[in-house]
Every structure is written in structure tokens, then in C-alpha cells.
């Protein structure tokens, strides 16, 4: 995966965060299938949540910080008083802690905005809005969960 985002990245006007998508989107289909636990490279959102929930990251980088969330989930949750509902089992992936940094940076931005983070970002580019269409929920086949979820499964219904 990481030979694969360093291709990516070669090409001009494509950077880390840029590559890192992009070898991570092809990796959900049948093209790729690499480990989603091999490899990640946190966005500049993910670097900005980082910054906000630690002040000393010890001397480990972005990707090291990442690895260790996604390393020490199960030992994290009971003490933290979370219950942790999964996908049929399947724990969260290195993509999966990039995006909860990038969210909490993204949060905390909108409620602490005199908190400056590593980016210096202020603003929230979009608001939630509700969609009222149900999702009809997909994931990529090598995971192996479609075939766990009831055909007619949409929000709401869970």
C-alpha cells in the first residue's frame, strides 16, 4: 500500500493526503488488497485532531499516533466506558482512526474555536444537514459484510 501511495505521489499536483485517498479507495475494490492495516498517512485534518488530543505526542509521528489508537482499541473502550458496536466484528483500521482524528479536529474546531490547531483552521466549511433518503448500506465485497446485512436494512431500522 505504501509503494502504491508513493506512485500516487509522484505524480505532480498529488500530495500526501491526496495519494493516501486515492490508494485507499482503489484498495476497496478488487484492484488492490493490500492490508488496511499496513500503511497510513494522516490528512491535515487528522494531524489538526491529533494536536488537540495531545499535547506530547512523545516524539511519535502522525502515522505512529494513528497505529497506536487502532493497536489499543479494545484495551481503550472498557475503561472509557464505551461500547464499542462494530461492523459485524470488524475492528476499526487504520483509515478508521485517520478519519476519528480528522472528525475530532472538526469538532473540536467548532466547539473550542479559540483553540488553535496545527493547521491554524477556523472555519467549518459545511453544516449537517438531515437527509431524509434511507441509506441503503454497501461495503467493499473483500470485507465480507454484505451478505450479514438484512437486504432491506436502512437507517432508522438498526
Not at 486515492?22 to 494536536?51: Q, R
Not at 472528525?103 to 496545527?118: C, L, N, Q, S, T
Request: charged share 20%.
Amino acid at each position: 500500500m505504501e509503494k502504491g501511495f508513493s506512485i500516487l505521489r509522484s505524480y505532480p499536483l498529488i500530495g500526501d493526503f491526496l495519494a493516501y485517498q486515492f490508494i485507499t479507495d482503489l484498495n476497496y475494490s478488487t484492484l488492490t488488497d493490500f492490508s488496511e492495516m499496513e500503511f497510513v498517512m494522516p490528512g491535515p485534518g487528522a494531524k489538526d485532531g491529533i494536536g488537540k488530543c495531545f499535547h506530547d505526542t512523545g516524539g511519535l509521528s502522525g502515522s505512529d499516533v494513528v497505529r497506536m489508537m487502532a493497536d489499543i482499541q479494545e484495551e481503550q473502550f472498557p475503561g472509557l466506558g464505551v461500547q464499542f458496536l462494530s461492523l459485524w466484528g470488524r475492528r476499526l483500521q487504520l483509515i478508521d482512526c485517520q478519519n476519528l482524528f480528522c472528525e475530532v479536529g472538526k469538532y473540536a474546531r467548532y466547539a473550542h474555536p479559540d483553540v488553535v490547531g496545527i493547521g491554524g483552521r477556523i472555519r467549518i466549511k459545511q453544516r449537517f444537514r438531515v437527509n431524509p433518503e434511507p441509506i441503503r448500506y454497501w461495503y467493499p465485497p473483500k470485507w465480507g459484510l454484505n451478505d450479514l446485512i438484512k437486504p432491506a436494512v436502512m437507517v432508522g431500522e438498526l
